[in-house]
């Protein structure tokens, strides 16, 4: 498959802001890879399994039941894990936490490995997530990496939070930021980190359109 765009990059960077409206200009699929990871974590948290239990997260990772579905006409894309929405407790810093923590271990990175690439189906598609561009699609001809300071970073996640109605306060997010991206950055599976051949692009002082004006250029002059 030619055309894939990966969006890789730390967290509250704004890669599914981004990701969502390359897609819908491209007109290709959308793979949220954080959502698949924060699915996984659900469904190891409801049955209680421990971090150290390999094999059982290894099965549960090989027929995690879940779906992706977008209401027509709204930007909103729901998860369904074994049948039931589970979108808004997905998105939760507490679920973050928990899927960078199991995102770690390397038999579950490789059990989830062919369900995102199986969302490579044409006419093309925009991943986004921390190894898209180095691990689950090396080949892609259109890499970016998307970079901003922590404080940028936890600003912009007190916003979205403000937009839910869900309050935040500033200096725990700022904490929450970086202890994520230590995790995601220092671990020895697909670590956080640009592939040689992606375009790093520093989003700290630039407006979204301005992020997006050079994603496009990129699928645009290749
Ligand atoms: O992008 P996100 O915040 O939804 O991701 C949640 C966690 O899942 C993230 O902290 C690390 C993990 N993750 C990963 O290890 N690899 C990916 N491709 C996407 C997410």
Redesign the pocket.
Known sequence: MNNILTIDGP?GVG??TVARIMAQKLGWHLL????I??AFALAVDARGIGIGNEDTLEKIAQTLDLTFKTEEGSELVSVFLNGKDVSKILRTEKT?EM??KI?SIGVV?AALLKRQQDFAQTPGLVA?????GTV?FVDAPFKVFLTASAEERSKRRLKQLQAQGTMGIISQILAEVVA?DER?CSRKN?PLKPADDALIIDTTELSIDEVLAQVSELVTKK
Do not use: E, L, T
């Open positions: 967290s890669k599914g949220d890879s954080g959502a990871y924060r973050g899927a960078s995102a990175r986004d997530g921390r190894d898209m689950v994520r995601d697909a």
